[in-house]
């Protein structure tokens, strides 16, 4: 990776309308966690004010980026995350009170599809680290999103975190590679992002019609998304995972 530079948002106008269509573009498919409130409210506004720390990997080549790293400084306490983990990282973040940032809050790596697969988002994962040692942090917290969660929708987190590779690994892609990367896998988010829409909003999301309550899986969701006709509301609750990085020695 002698060719990458890391970067941020900060640094040119251009670098950071390239990351965000490289962000965009990688999460399209999911465009329904946009909805989450956390999001709506403080999620851009949050990115540029940090933009500091909104890392661009950057092929010193072609100048344009690889993979970007989006996170933003927090207060917390390391041993007692709560059950709300993304929504509650971009809340916090945005609602800090006075109190003194002691860790970055991971919220995504994206990757564009060329450049999958050559490691350019475990890199994403130490920068996080560095990072944080630079601005004298504690370290980093990430409510990480399963990889592959989402073809087992109905399948408890608590169970899937537990299941195994032919290797005695974690089976989980994603989670196998936080763990390999230093990560210390602390419990579930079982709140990390919690969508609440009107029925006909998940009827247009999924192109279905609902004519009956109960749960349903969504294309690309990690849980099914539970619809209520009476109250006239579709609820899709998704749990993270939360793995804590001390800062890079």
């Keep these: 990776?002698?060719?990458?530079?890391?970067?941020?948002?900060?640094?040119?106008?251009?670098?950071?309308?390239?990351?965000?269509?490289?962000?965009?573009?990688?999460?399209?498919?999911?465009?329904?966690?946009?909805?989450?409130?956390?999001h709506f409210a403080y999620y851009q506004q949050l990115l540029d004010d940090h933009a500091d720390c909104q890392l661009c990997l950057v092929d010193d080549v072609t100048g344009y980026p690889v993979a970007v790293g989006n996170c933003v400084p927090l207060a917390c306490d390391f041993d007692n995350l709560p059950p709300e983990g993304w929504d509650w990282i971009v809340e916090s973040a945005a609602n800090n009170n006075g109190k003194r940032r002691n860790a970055l809050g991971a919220l995504a790596i994206s990757v564009p599809n060329l450049h999958r697969g050559k490691g350019v988002a475990r890199r994403m994962i130490e920068e996080f680290r560095a990072l944080a040692e630079r601005k004298g942090l504690d370290g980093v917290i990430a409510p990480v999103r399963p990889s592959e969660k989402h073809r087992?929708?109905?399948?408890?987190?608590?169970?899937?975190?537990?299941?195994?590779?032919?290797?005695?690994?974690?089976?989980?892609p994603w989670l196998r590679s936080h763990s390999a990367a230093g990560g210390k896998l602390i419990k579930p988010a079982l709140r990390s992002m919690v969508?609440?829409?009107?029925?006909?909003?998940?009827?247009?999301?999924?192109?279905?019609?609902?004519?009956?309550?109960?749960?349903?899986?969504?294309?690309?969701?990690?849980?099914?998304?539970?619809?209520?006709?009476?109250?006239?509301?579709?609820?899709?609750?998704?749990?993270?995972?939360?793995?804590?990085?001390?800062?890079?020695?």
């Design 1 to 38: 990776m002698t060719r990458y530079v890391v970067k941020t948002r900060a640094d040119s106008p251009e670098l950071r309308k390239a990351a965000v269509a490289i962000e965009q573009a990688a999460w399209s498919a999911l465009g329904f966690l946009n909805f989450t409130r956390a």
């Design 152 to 172: 087992h929708p109905f399948i408890p987190i608590d169970d899937y975190i537990g299941w195994e590779d032919d290797k005695g690994r974690l089976y989980d």
């Design 195 to 249: 969508v609440e829409e009107p029925v006909g909003f998940w009827e247009m999301w999924t192109g279905r019609s609902f004519d009956q309550s109960g749960d349903y899986a969504v294309d690309g969701g990690l849980v099914p998304v539970s619809v209520d006709l009476d109250s006239g509301v579709g609820r899709y609750v998704e749990p993270n995972v939360w793995f804590a990085y001390s800062a890079a020695a």
